[in-house]
């Protein structure tokens, strides 16, 4: 049973338009939410976080909403461009007991020049 | 400052045999963690080590898997005999001992293809 979801396997936007990326999540035990981006052939890489205290993180371009009463996070890219061309997972963290980081499935953005 | 290294990067066996997956963390990196992802979808917790002690191994699919790591280093992952289903990409990620919101960096996988 999947704990985060990223329900849209692909996106596809315009290279200075707005990339919105979703998940969702069911486990109200995680209090902290990372989005980490995947290029191909290499591991994933973290881009921004976002404690459950929060509902909004911001770092240059990018983005991260926490809605807690929904389980529903989402980054927000702007504007878009042919480099963030890459797959992007949620993932999402309990520090009061397992140590690990649960994923989603990851959503394929490309960002058309 | 080197990153998170795996080796080796692609691995393709014969369905009973025995393949060894090594991950070198960040120099003082206490944990280290194996992950997996098959066929596109999710990816999923292995185990997790401090220092050299299994700390959670709760994601390791069944006995077939052996993960050491020896001296709090490096760390060992042992598929024997290998199966089909075992086919993926093996991530290892690495944190310092008192991260506490979570981030950890991950080395570029090894990719395991099993025939």
């Known amino acids: 049973d999947q704990q985060v979801k990223q329900n849209s396997p692909s996106l596809s936007v315009q290279e200075g338009r707005i990339s919105i990326l979703n998940c969702d999540y069911t486990n109200s035990m995680f209090d902290y939410f990372l989005w980490y981006k995947k290029y191909p052939a290499e591991g994933p890489t973290f881009l921004i976080s976002i404690s459950s205290i929060k509902d909004k993180n911001e770092d240059g371009r990018f983005t991260v909403f926490l809605n807690k009463s929904a389980k529903h996070l989402s980054l927000h890219i702007v504007p878009s461009q042919p480099g963030d061309s890459a797959v992007y997972f949620c993932a999402a963290f309990d520090s009061g007991s397992a140590r690990q980081l649960t994923f989603g499935s990851g959503t394929q953005l490309t960002v058309l020049p | 400052e080197a990153g998170v290294t795996q080796f080796p990067s692609h691995s393709v066996i014969e369905k009973g045999q025995t393949v060894t997956l090594r991950c070198d963390p960040i120099?003082?990196?206490?944990?280290l963690y194996w992950y997996r992802r098959v066929m596109g979808k999710e990816i999923k917790f292995l185990l997790h080590?401090?220092?050299?002690?299994?700390?959670?191994e709760s994601g390791m699919p069944n006995n077939r898997f052996l993960a050491e790591r020896t001296g709090g280093t490096y760390s060992t992952l042992k598929v024997q005999p290998a199966e089909l289903e075992d086919s993926g990409v093996y991530f290892c990620a690495s944190s310092p001992l008192h991260r506490g919101w979570g981030e950890q960096y991950f080395g570029p996988g090894t990719r395991l293809t099993v025939t």
């Open positions: 080590f401090v220092k050299e002690s299994k700390q959670d």
């Open positions: 120099s003082g990196h206490d944990n």
